[in-house]
């Protein structure tokens, strides 16, 4: 309340006679940085903060939004970690994650490392279309590329068999799924990454790049010696972002086997901890259990926010 | 490739901090780009838009291209059927309309807050200042989803649920957003301009409207695109949220469109491909500044 | 002091709106108009706009305002949803899959005996109409429909195959599950292509709503591991996928709806909701389809019930659509315009429907073979579990089609994953 009341009371100081009172008693001036960072903290307090603390909470409960809500305290937990799907979906996001980030990283590496030659002709048109795929949604992507991977009558099995080889359902094994998903996570993300790195290696002096091949220095070994060290920062960022990214993944699988309802599969081979948080608590409405695999996703991102800060200051330490 | 430079470069790279002498640019071979190079690129940008390009060849070939072996390559001349039944079997425009709604208020109203956020992180002193911005920039590694079961109970405390304010106004706080406008804010509003306003009496609020914000107010425009984009392209919020098929953003009329009972995939890949549309008009016209946008913002990050 | 507790209060102000408002949704004025604006949400599929348009024409000056939510499951997890915190419709479809996990809850709904459903609940084949009744006697639904259930085959390819084409032959043929796996070797040997279009829906659906208890005791036990019953239909399925007969194309996977018109398959499942699926998948086989009783003759898939939420604002009114709509006359109506079969007793029985038939399907007696299966189907107790059992099952033997579990092991898979799913 005494935040709006504190903005309002500045836009009436507008008024010029009022600046010297103004000077002498800056208590507006010295809230005004408050009122600024409000907004934003009121909201993360409602709809973030609130939510990840309440999911704790709601987890110690067998919570039906429509029924009962009973306290069971960590039997939600001790339920989950002797569900097999817990761990078939978390093997699945682990899966996903590895598939989709490190091909994916080298890529944008390599590409970046193309665009940033000094001559390269139609540089602003190759930038653009490789983010095109960024301003394509999730379920876009998804629809189309379960058509492109379709068992029957997919463009991927067409080429495929131009091979001679047999065609696959990429849909019916855990690690086909996996690449079908990893496809489409890669191909919404690789411009992007490339733009990051690009933007990483035009900070560098482009002489030493300019240097290192006069010198004879092979496309490999600048990419290697060059392009690589001086990114890392950069590829650590990528990397974080790209895991967490990775912990979301939730629209892909939901829509890319759209029969199976919220399993991504009759045998689960694509479900992702997202969608079962997202299958138990509003397929099932089972909001205890849902929240529970909540609360075990943050742990995961606390862990894995450590790993990344240490090997982080590791690789500085080491330079 | 010349002995003297040989014999300098190989240290010059070692060290890193010494500089080589810089041969005349014409001369050098990094002028010279292999035709090597152009076919990865060409490759990797016929891999970035084939997706696009297929949801139009599907949608646009009628019903037997979709089972047809060889697939088919090239467009045909049923878009706009598809188009009209797309519009027929959802309330497409509506769902249009919506996503425009809500993404334009999200990019508009939040790249406003979080550029006041940037200012006051980056150009005022107070105390628990670093406190809180390490708090925002904790927010942005803790996915919001992990807690949708009691967001949702909230939204629905506050009888929001199957309302645009639920998307909203929980849109409007972005971590990324303030971390965004406060490096463009320290980088490019200079603390000088700021010193002068405030000897000649400004307040804050006059300093952010009339100094900082015409100064950033193109990294504000970025954002926006980001945002804009970003909501567009949202998929998990809204469908938990939005029951009423009047109310769909544009993304959960594809889900539905895709969930017909049988499904008619060029009608799901027509769907796509309007659905992807409008964006690529905008980015048609604004593509440039996001790319160097999105490239400022990694330099500075 | 003042300064960081101006943001405590504001936050703590926003928080408390957000709390009170839990306990404060709800409630509201109802009316008791039976012409008020009527919110009515239904699934995509079943022709609600019919009954609709049907109604004003009926009932002049009475408004309806229909939503086509989404498909069974999404419509019943919005209402869910709705009824967790949220605006209620007035009046709400529910698929029989959906219902006991809703009936558990009961005080959710207006019992309809309040506005005398209990004089027109036994008008209502048993077994619907029980679906829909809570264990304090409160009626939550009345039957709209009810999954009655066909064979549809391609006579086209079985007269190739050697095998009769006429639908009275083809179920004495078919009258019991191992005839019907002896019927798909002889197809499958004569053409080289799968008879069946899958194990899980075409097969297992059937077999398993032949049973007497199904996956709960009568009094509401859960009994789905032991019950020999269950297993044996489990089996069939299982049996069947063995023989080779199956094309192994789950229902509503990509290549379904081509395979109806390919002949990828000659046989699937056609619970009479289904028909214009086939229709619009498979419009070149005009003609050559038929429809006969399954194996072992009863069966039911699919079927609603149709609600009054608790907190909706004209339950009079919506009680008056109830009335108008699902009498007899008006399921019979809506059956020859859409295909949803009636669960009134008097039009399952009535001429109109004993005698509906459709070019489409080479004129079989449609209506008759759909009333016979109701007619027959057996009742059950069906508990909140009943459905998570029952896509635990399911998708097993999507899995084992798909090579992902042996044939051997399916039945213990699936026991497994229906205990996780049930989560004991």
Not at chain 1, 32 to 53: D, E, M, N, Q
Not at chain 3, 120 to 133: E, Q, R, S
Request: proline share 5%.
């Amino acid at each position: 309340m005494s935040t709006a009341t504190a903005t309002l009371s500045r836009k009436q100081r507008k008024d010029p006679v009022q600046k010297a009172t103004r000077i002498r008693n800056p208590l507006s001036e010295r809230i005004a940085p408050y009122a600024y960072v409000a907004p934003f903290f009121i909201i993360f307090l409602v709809f973030g903060l609130f939510p990840l603390i309440f999911t704790f909470y709601v987890s110690l409960f067998d919570w039906n939004p429509i029924g009962k809500q009973t306290f069971v305290g960590l039997r939600n937990f001790e339920q989950l970690f002797a569900d097999g799907r817990f761990w078939n979906a978390l093997l699945n996001t682990f899966g996903i994650f590895l598939i989709s980030t490190i091909p994916q990283l080298l890529l944008a590496l390599f590409l970046a490392h193309l665009l940033n030659h000094a001559r390269l002709r139609w540089a602003n048109f190759f930038r653009m279309a490789l983010l095109v795929p960024y301003i394509t949604s999730v379920a876009a992507t998804a629809i189309v590329f379960a058509q492109i991977f379709d068992k029957n009558f997919g463009f991927i099995n067409w080429v495929l068999g131009l091979f001679g080889l047999p065609s696959v359902n990429f849909l019916a094994s855990n690690f086909g799924s996996w690449i079908l998903i990893s496809a489409m996570v890669m191909w919404r993300w690789f411009g992007y990454n490339t733009l990051l790195y690009l933007a990483g290696l035009q900070s560098m002096p482009r002489e030493m790049f300019e240097a290192a091949s006069v010198d004879g220095a092979s496309s490999w070994q600048q990419f290697r010696h060059l392009t690589i060290p001086s990114l890392r920062p950069i590829i650590v960022f990528s990397v974080i972002m790209s895991t967490i990214g990775g912990l979301q993944i939730f629209t892909e699988p939901l829509l890319v086997a759209p029969e199976s309802g919220l399993t991504c599969g009759a045998g689960r081979q694509c479900q992702t901890l997202s969608l079962f948080l997202y299958e138990q608590g509003f397929g099932l409405f089972k909001f205890g259990y849902g929240s529970a695999i909540g609360v075990v996703l943050f742990v995961i991102v606390v862990l894995v926010s450590l790993l990344n800060f240490f090997l982080s200051t590791r690789t500085r330490k080491a330079r | 490739m010349s002995d003297v430079i040989d014999e300098v470069i190989p240290q010059s790279l070692a060290d890193r901090g010494v500089k080589p002498a810089r041969p005349p640019k014409r001369r050098s071979k990094g002028g010279r780009v292999s035709r090597r190079v152009y076919v990865f690129l060409a490759l990797a940008v016929v891999v970035s838009v084939f997706p696009l390009y297929y949801m139009f060849v599907i949608a646009s070939a009628g019903a037997t291209a979709v089972t047809s072996i060889p697939p088919r390559m090239y467009p045909g001349t049923q878009f706009f059927d598809v188009a009209a039944k797309v519009f027929d079997t959802v309330p497409f425009f509506a769902s249009l309309m919506n996503s425009v709604f809500v993404s334009l208020t999200i990019a508009v109203v939040s790249a406003i807050m979080c550029a006041m956020a940037g200012f006051a992180f980056a150009k005022l002193q107070f105390p628990g200042r670093n406190l809180l911005f390490l708090i925002v920039l904790l927010t942005m590694t803790v996915p919001a989803q992990l807690s949708v079961i009691p967001q949702y109970l909230i939204v629905s405390g506050l009888d929001w649920v199957d309302t645009l304010q639920a998307i909203i106004v929980p849109g409007l706080a972005s971590a990324f957003g303030i971390f965004w406008m406060r490096q463009h804010m320290a980088t490019t509003v200079s603390d000088e301009l700021i010193q002068s306003a405030r000897i000649d009496g400004a307040n804050s609020w006059q300093m952010f409207w009339a100094i900082a914000f015409p100064v950033v107010r193109p990294a504000a425009f970025v954002l926006g695109l980001i945002t804009f984009t970003g909501v567009w392209n949202d998929f998990m919020w809204p469908f938990i949220v939005l029951k009423s098929p009047e109310l769909f953003t544009v993304q959960i009329a594809l889900k539905q469109l895709q969930a017909n009972r049988t499904i008619d995939v060029a009608l799901a890949m027509g769907g796509s491909f309007l659905a992807t549309l409008p964006l690529l008009i905008v980015f048609f016209f604004v593509g440039r500044r996001m790319v160097s946008g999105i490239m400022d913002g990694a330099f500075k990050g | 002091m003042k300064r960081s507790s101006t943001a405590i209060i504001a936050t703590a102000a926003a928080l408390a709106v957000a709390l009170t408002g839990c306990s404060s949704s709800g409630g509201g004025a109802t009316s008791a108009d039976p012409n008020a604006e009527v919110s009515f949400w239904s699934f995509t599929g079943i022709n609600a706009k019919d009954s609709v348009n049907e109604y004003a024409k009926k009932v002049p000056g009475a408004k309806v305002k229909l939503t086509e939510v989404g498909s069974t499951t999404e419509t019943a997890t919005a209402l869910t949803a709705a009824l967790a915190g949220g605006k209620v419709p007035d009046l709400v479809m529910i698929q029989n899959d959906d219902l006991p996990k809703f009936v558990e809850n009961s005080s959710n709904f207006i019992d309809l005996r309040t506005l005398g459903g209990d004089n027109i609940a036994h008008d209502y084949l048993g077994w619907a109409a029980g679906a829909a009744t809570a264990t304090d006697g409160s009626i939550i639904g009345i039957p709209t429909d009810v999954g009655g259930l066909g064979f549809a085959y391609r006579a086209d390819l079985f007269e190739k195959a050697g095998l009769p084409t006429k639908p009275d032959e083809v179920a004495a043929m078919w009258k019991d599950w191992p005839s019907f796996i002896a019927m798909g070797r002889k197809y499958t040997a004569a053409t080289g292509k799968p008879f069946v279009d899958n194990i899980e829906t075409s097969v297992f659906f059937s077999t398993v709503n032949q049973v007497s208890e199904k996956y709960y005791s009568p009094d509401g036990k859960l009994v789905y591991d032991t019950n020999p019953q269950v297993k044996d239909a489990f089996d069939v399925a299982v049996k069947t996928h063995d023989a080779g007969i199956s094309a192994g194309i789950a229902a509503w996977s990509s290549g379904w709806a081509p395979g109806r018109a390919n002949g990828a398959f000659a046989v699937t499942v056609a619970p009479s909701w289904m028909l214009k699926g086939i229709k619009t998948d498979a419009p070149n086989t005009a003609g050559k389809w038929r429809i006969a009783s399954v194996p072992g003759v009863g069966g039911n898939w699919g079927g609603s019930v149709i609600a009054i939420p608790a907190r909706a604002e004209h339950p009079e009114a919506a009680w008056q659509y109830i009335k108008t709509m699902m009498s007899a006359e008006g399921q019979t109506d809506h059956f020859t315009q859409s295909g949803t079969f009636p669960a009134a007793t008097s039009a399952v029985a009535s001429q109109s429907v004993l005698d509906y038939t459709d070019p489409f399907f080479g004129d079989s007696k449609i209506g008759k073979v759909m009333a016979t299966s109701v007619q027959k189907f057996p009742s059950f107790y069906n508990g909140p579990d009943t459905t998570p059992i029952n896509g635990a099952l399911l998708n097993t033997l999507v899995q084992l089609e798909a090579g992902g579990v042996t044939s051997d092991k399916a039945w213990a898979t699936a026991l497994h994953s229906a205990k996780q799913a049930i989560g004991g």
